[in-house]
């Protein structure tokens, strides 16, 4: 059983910054890829970035690139968001998820576990 628990969220002005943390319970963490996903009310659940197990890949969706960075710190069981330059489109409940796949996959039917997400609400 893997518990993943999302925190930094909160309001922001377009154009500011958050980081938003992923922390996860147990000792695998390091064996598993995980995701960061958004939902916005009235729209589907959409990959935003994945990172490797051991961190040496990442991906990122287009509406994020070159603005989100995904990174993540094994020894402290923690994935990190970094979001920069953030849009009112932006503006969705943020969830992290570990990948049952192998892989950072863009698809959500490929992760396991959820944690219960994080508001992040852009003002334009």
């Known amino acids: 059983q893997v518990q993943l628990v999302e925190s930094g969220g909160g309001l922001v002005q377009a154009g500011g910054s958050l980081r938003l943390s992923c922390a996860a319970s147990?000792?695998?963490?390091?064996?598993?890829?995980v995701g960061w996903f958004r939902q916005a009310p009235g729209k589907e659940r959409e990959f935003v970035a994945g990172?490797?197990?051991?961190?040496?890949?990442?991906y990122s969706s287009d509406s994020v690139k070159g603005r989100f960075t995904i990174s993540r710190d094994n020894a402290k069981n923690t994935v990190y968001l970094q979001m920069n330059s953030l849009k009112s489109e932006d503006t969705a409940v943020y969830y992290c998820a570990k990948g049952s796949a192998g892989w950072a996959s863009s698809r959500p039917d490929e992760y396991d576990y959820w944690g219960q997400g994080t508001q992040v609400t852009v003002s334009s």
């Open positions: 990172i490797s197990r051991n961190g040496g890949r990442t």
């Open positions: 147990g000792r695998t963490f390091s064996t598993y890829a």
